[in-house]
């Protein structure tokens, strides 16, 4: 069986509540439980939660959350692995072998089913590989970065591409945090998801916003709000309907 399994504690302190606040008229962690429910691709979407109300909105929006994460997975410094791991534990105790596992950040209002998708055939046609996540591109090529020295002044990291134009510089991508497939035990082994044995799924930058902070969260509902409105044009419909 291939499962979704989206991690979502109760503590948030920078964005109180930001698993369940209200996000583009939907509970945040709704769009996330949507995408890969609308995927076709899980035999079952799991919420790892230790809030009984975070689990409450989970199952209102066709997510299972049959158990609380205890307390050593809950608290502010819990990797992601542990968690993911302790659900997986639980489903094959409780149902069925796992064949591939996809963990799915409950703050991932972008994310598409179709990506979901083509991780999924990242990981059946690479028996080699352990994960395939999203990654997306820098704006800029960080190549030509510069930092800031103690006395005030400015250096580059790499000298030596002063003068390279910024067509000639390799691309460089960074982790999107929407999603992670995995096998099995590739998580148990907590293997390292930054490897050669990793495949990205590259998304359009306008697909990717963190959203770690109160300006994070504007910033991203201003990006959402234009991506609604004009899925909503090309179908044809009014921009307000309902």
Same mark, same amino acid.
């Given at each position: 069986?291939? *499962?979704? *399994? *989206?991690?979502?504690?109760?503590?948030?302190? @920078?964005?109180?509540?930001?698993?369940?606040?209200?996000?583009c008229g939907k509970p945040m962690i709704a769009w996330s439980i949507a995408a890969a429910r609308n995927s076709g691709l899980f035999n079952a979407v799991l919420v790892s939660t230790d809030d009984e109300e975070i689990a409450a909105v989970a199952e209102e929006y066709g997510a299972e959350a049959p158990f609380r994460r205890p307390p050593?997975?809950?608290?502010?410094?819990a990797p992601t692995v542990p968690v993911v791991v302790h659900a997986m534990d639980w489903f094959e105790q409780n149902r069925q072998p796992i064949r591939f596992v996809c963990c799915i950040y409950p703050t991932a209002p972008f994310l598409q089913p179709e990506y979901l998708r083509d991780g999924l055939k990242r990981l059946e046609t690479h028996a080699d590989a352990d994960f395939a996540f999203s990654v997306t591109s820098y704006a800029f090529p960080i190549f030509r970065a510069l930092q800031a020295n103690a006395d005030g002044s400015v250096s580059m990291f790499w000298p030596e591409n002063e003068l390279v @134009?910024? /067509?000639?510089?390799p691309a460089a991508f960074h982790d999107a945090g929407?999603?992670?497939w995995g096998r099995p035990a590739a998580f148990r082994q907590n293997k390292g998801v930054f490897s050669a044995r990793s495949f990205p799924v590259v998304?359009?930058?306008?697909?990717? /916003?963190?959203i770690d902070t109160p300006e994070d969260w504007e910033t991203a509902e201003q990006m959402f709000g234009s991506l609604l409105h004009r899925a909503t044009v090309s179908e044809g419909l009014p921009a307000h309907s309902n």
């Open positions: 069986m291939d *499962i979704a *399994i *989206i991690p979502a504690r109760g503590g948030s302190k @920078r964005i109180p509540r930001k698993n369940i606040r209200s996000f050593h997975l809950a608290n502010d410094f @134009r910024s /067509q000639d510089l929407q999603f992670y998304l359009p930058r306008r697909l990717v /916003q963190d």
